[in-house]
């Protein structure tokens, strides 16, 4: 079945330092790829997605492009604040599926 | 436009007690999902509906129960409460039909069942 693995974490980082956080998918077809965030108590939100393999979705200073070749949808920022600290979810959705299909999730830490 | 809203935000109950969690989606939106998060499990897919339908389901026990109204609001019910139901369940809405499927997703209602 479809699956989505993402890295590890957490990953701890000193304000203004590249972010890059790693995700790999499996799916038939081609699924649109998400990458959402979740604050501290808080639901989650869509940072960014695409939906067709070269597509790169961007928002907040954060990218990332869908490789079909590597089937991978790395997430990155050039420079990180504090505020970005929060925990990151990569996901997939089959078009017409109905459900989306998350990783487990990255803890990112920013120091000041 | 005002986004996905879930009620209510906190819950505390006892093992045994049943629980109705609602979300009201972003107007426009016909597809209602259900996810429950923990920290041992993630986030796991309870089901999904589409014009007051269930499409889809996961792999939760049967005291795991949903409804989606004419409006597109939806509920969600959880009977006999155990321990290991103390989640956030999120709820997320979408356009539905046969798009991309962008889900948006609520503010979540922690449940904690003592």
């Known amino acids: 079945g479809d699956s989505v693995t993402q890295m590890e974490g957490p990953v701890t980082l000193s304000e203004e330092a590249f972010l890059t956080i790693n995700c790999t998918y499996t799916a038939t077809g081609y699924p649109s790829l998400f990458w959402y965030v979740q604050y501290p108590g808080e639901g989650l939100q869509l940072l960014l997605k695409?939906?067709?393999?070269?597509d790169k979705g961007s928002n907040k200073g954060f990218e990332a492009t869908y490789r079909k070749e590597t089937t991978s949808f790395h997430l990155e920022k050039g420079s990180v604040q504090v505020s970005d600290s929060a925990v990151y979810f990569c996901?997939?959705?089959?078009?017409?599926?109905?459900?989306?299909?998350f990783g487990a999730g990255t803890r990112l830490f920013v120091k000041a | 436009k005002a986004g996905v809203t879930q009620t209510p935000r906190y819950l505390i109950k006892t093992r045994g007690q049943q629980v109705t969690l609602s979300c009201s989606p972003i107007?426009?939106?016909?597809?209602v999902s259900w996810y429950q998060q923990t920290p041992g499990q993630g986030l796991q897919f309870l089901f999904e509906?589409?014009?007051?339908?269930?499409?889809n389901k996961g792999n939760f026990p049967g005291r795991f129960s949903g409804r989606q109204f004419s409006n597109s609001r939806s509920e969600m019910n959880v009977s006999t409460l155990e321990l290991g139901d103390s989640a956030l369940y999120l709820c997320a809405s979408s356009v539905g039909g046969l798009g991309e499927g962008t889900q948006y997703f609520g503010p979540g209602t922690r449940l904690l069942v003592l």
């Open positions: 695409a939906t067709k393999a070269d």
């Open positions: 509906y589409f014009s007051e339908t269930q499409r």
């Open positions: 996901a997939l959705r089959a078009t017409g599926g109905f459900k989306t299909i």
């Open positions: 107007s426009g939106h016909r597809s």
